[in-house]
């Protein structure tokens, strides 16, 4: 599988927020997608995040979702034009960092949350990016202002719709601060909460959806299982629900955060059946398909070429050091930001992954599908821009 580096500045998900506040001249934003044109006569703007819609996962969900058939084969949506195109997730592709960088408008080295689990610099402890509060402070551990409040700040009405659960996480308050949060807990509630914030504010506006079942029914399931469909199936009747309800001088955008890929048993690696993979690493984090390996002092080398000489051609092997002047992360990498990336960090290949069944839940290992490596699978997401009516 050909690599797809994420398209920082040009075509990835960071470049999604500012390029729709500058359609209403909001101070510093700067349209590098050309959604001016597609986007001309929309006083509101809903923008719906389906967590794990890949790109390539549009034909797959098509045949029980009419509104991806529609969008593949150019059809009008609810009497309305639209444009399908893509984007590329940041790197990891996975859900704290891509959501973040659409959130701020940042590259994941800018805002610092650089993966699913980081180690928190000068500790053993591995952070969850998911399952986190208040420790440490959100407001400190990406400290850059969001493109919420920056559209807030300038007059924009800004709704957030997501489920109650994540109302005052860490993640929440590093990626959707700003806006005024509408709990909504199934797709239906979602839908409603996303119209119900384009009718009640005056313009300019813009509504945020997020719904994550069918992430959730991949990484459990796997792609195109019965429960996945069945999450596409309701993914459908979300986007049918908000086009119906659509006001006419409102547009809809709908991304996704990343794509998924079933991992096959055979090409699973266990750190904990692996001792020389464990060999002068102090602290792993990362998750399955992008490991970051926090190593002893003066064991960077041994550690490379241990992990290199196991994995071979199921993965790339970088050091730190590598991988941030290649720009994984973007142009810059903060120095407060930088020792969250391990020393090493291992980037897996085509459909391999790498769990540590030793120091992590066991229900990871029995997850199906995956994400955060840079196959077009997880990278590419859709663009999808259905316009206001003339």
Known sequence: MTPVRPAYGQGSLAEVFP??????????????????????GARKVAVLLVDGLGRELLPVAAPVAPVFADALAGRPLAGRGSQLGSLTATFPSTTPTSLTSLGTGAAPGGHGLLGFTVNVPGTGRVLN????????????????TTQF??????GVAVRVVAAGAYVGSGLTRSAWRGGAYRPADDWLSVAEGMLGGLREASSPALVYGYHPDLDAQGHRFGVDSPQWRAAAVEVDQLLTRVLDGLPADAALVVI???GQLDVPAAQRFDVAAKPALRAGVRVLAGEPRVRYLHTEPGAVADVVAAWQAVLGEAAWVATREEAIADGWFGPVVTSAHTPRIGDVVVVCRDRYAVFATDREPPELARLVAFHGSWTAAEMLVPLLVVPARD
């Open 129 to 144: 990016h998911i399952d986190w509060y208040d420790d440490p402070d959100p407001l400190v551990w990406q400290p850059l």
């Open 149 to 154: 409040a920056r559209a807030a700040a300038a």
């Open 256 to 258: 996704a955060d990343h």
């Open 19 to 40: 390029s729709i506040l500058a359609t209403w001249s909001v101070p510093g934003a700067v349209d590098l997608l050309g959604l001016t044109g597609q986007l001309a």
